[in-house]
């Protein structure tokens, strides 16, 4: 099973993904009762919801309606820094005992085929590839043993940083906020489609030239190990959000450095995932 959110006529909505072109637009009546995919999520009811709107849904041509993020409104995002073994060797750092988090703001959320501003403030905009982690079910202090019982399901995210704002200080937050920054989509496909994350390949391309290539299981600190951690200093609740790090390939560290500029194609693919795309624009 795989979701989405959008907006159709002016109104958010969300609904079951079938291809790139064609979505199915939850009931009305479900709505009611469950406004938003979050609210789908945190009553367990994902299997309702995909039964209902193949039932009852109203099918829906993409051009349409326009993409949101997959969960539009989540309460956390939290990211991991350093998390392959290829960008901890290409920023020369020394390895670390814990994961490195940061957090991101919800309006620093994109869609997948939404203009990515490129900030006037930063010469220095770089992409990131990477796996995003639903979180599905709410819980504190979380066993590593009982972690993928709290997935929701995974998509691609596209972590686009302002390199120079990152590093005004030893931390990254101001880099990795800039409104619209960070792509998310193009839908959610929860753990029964997605059964073993480590078989799972990510491949990010900037104008159609592959820049980042990795498998899943290369990630230092695997989901289990993440979750425990971050839910050992702060609940996660249903629709959060982990964004769990970056292969090697960023165009900071790449000599000459590689960074994104107005009209440039960045499209972040993930088996089982879609491919998320969005055109580089200057900032209004």
């Known amino acids: 099973m795989s979701f989405l959110s959008f907006e159709i006529a002016g109104q958010a909505s969300y609904g079951v993904w079938e291809n790139e072109s064609v979505w199915l637009q939850v009931p009305d009546a ?37 993409f949101l993020p997959v969960i539009p409104n989540p309460g956390k995002i939290l990211c ?26 919800a309006d620093s959320l994109a869609a997948h085929g939404e203009p990515l501003p490129r900030p006037e403030q930063t010469q220095r905009f770089d992409f990131e590839g990477e796996l995003a982690v639903i979180i599905g079910k709410s819980g504190r202090s979380i066993k590593q043993a009982d972690a993928f019982d709290h997935i929701a399901g995974y998509a691609c995210f596209n972590d686009a940083s302002a390199r120079d704002w990152q590093r005004h200080t030893h931390q990254w937050t101001p880099g990795k906020n800039f409104p619209l920054t960070g792509p998310f989509g193009p839908f959610m496909a929860t753990t029964q489609e997605i059964p073993d994350v480590n ?19 290369d990630l230092i600190f695997t989901l289990p190990v993440i979750i425990e951690y971050i839910s050992g200093f702060t609940p996660l609740s249903a629709g959060d959000v982990i964004v769990t790090g970056t292969p090697g390939g960023v165009g900071d560290r790449r000599d000459p450095p590689l960074y994104m500029k107005a009209g440039d ?13 969005n055109t580089v624009v200057a900032a209004a």
């Open 199 to 217: 078989r799972l390949a990510l491949e990010t391309r900037l104008n159609g030239e592959v820049v980042q290539h990795a498998s899943l299981a």
């Open 265 to 277: 194609v960045i499209e972040v693919e993930i088996t089982g995932l879609g491919t998320l795309r």
């Open 30 to 66: 479900f709505k009611d009762e469950y406004p938003d995919l979050k609210s789908v999520i945190a009553a367990g009811k994902l299997n309702e919801l995909d039964a209902a709107t193949r039932q009852k849904g109203r099918q829906v041509q993409a051009n349409q309606a326009r």
């Open 80 to 105: 991991v820094g350093l998390n392959y073994k290829t960008h901890v060797a290409e920023t020369k750092r020394s390895d670390s005992d814990f994961p490195s988090i940061f957090i991101r703001f």
